[in-house]
């Protein structure tokens, strides 16, 4: 308690001394009791904590859906008429996601009375790289809280269509993967989330979009959903708003030109997590989700890589109800381990979702 005490008084200390710098902070909007994430779609599984497979997709949708070749949902102008953005038909996931809605942009202009610093919880300097540290004992499988979000700070994230954790009522989680460039390990991890049947949404650069549109294809053709990584993975919180929309709009446009029947592109990741009020704010009246992280460990140093064993006692021990894991593709251990995390994933219980069963 008195640790945490500490630390409110020193953001109570920095917050006085940007008002008194002139950088005055937004009052933001109240959040309701039942603000944050929802399921939105009931989750039977097999034994084994894959999704049911009917054989057939239940999703209703509404007359203005776009479907690709294959049958898969590419676009609708509205949600599914059961409030379901995927379903598992065939031994692959499919998903139907409404059109990214961009009108917030019109008022873009109050962007200047929204806090522009880093929150005072983001931990920068600890390595821990934004996250909360949640600390699974992997004898009796309790979860203990060395330190989280603050409660202000999963507030904001809230009202702005942030994601740090999903459904936290539920054992789920979710896998995201950063993709910013190769190393001839994607291939593994996307043969691996195949025979395992689970989910992933890989965050894409520029880079990355212009040099694997193989992979790309796979990911798309796979069941998985693609996000945006920005197309030159800078800081983006230290952005202009100009500069800012031109990284995300450059990237859509690169994908875009190469994969024009591919679904809607509504989930972005800030490259290191760099985020603010201001630019969850500018994300979200992009129609952006910012998808951010709960567990995760340093494996994108490809010359730095743990052994498997090790970095898979971490990556246990990240487990907890709504966990948001972020792996990087470039990760040859990631990719080496990743089939036996799933498997002990869905050991203890817990389902892997596809990122769009999280519903503000």
Known sequence: MKSRTKKRLLSLLLLTGLLLTGCGRREGAKISETAGVTRIMPSETTENGIPADTGESDISADPGTQTDSTGTPTASGERFQNGKYWDFVDGKYIYSLPKRDDSGLATISDLNSVWGVHFPDSNLESGDWYTGKLIRDLTT???TVKWDRWDETIE?????????KGNTEEKVCYLTFDCGYEYGTTAKILDTLKEKKAPGLFFLTGQYVREEPELIQRMLDEGHLVGNHSVNHKQM???SADEFQAELNGLEDLFYAQFPD????LYYR????DMNQWSLRLADKMGYTTVLWSSTYKDYDTNNQLPVEEALTLMKQGLHNGAVYLLHAESQTNADMLGDLIDWIRAQGYTILPICDIEF
């Open 141 to 143: 499988g309790e979860v």
């Open 156 to 164: 904001i994230l809230n009202q702005y269509h942030g994601i740090y």
């Open 237 to 239: 919180a230290s952005l």
């Open 262 to 265: 591919a679904m809607p592109m």
């Open 270 to 273: 800030p490259p290191s997590g």
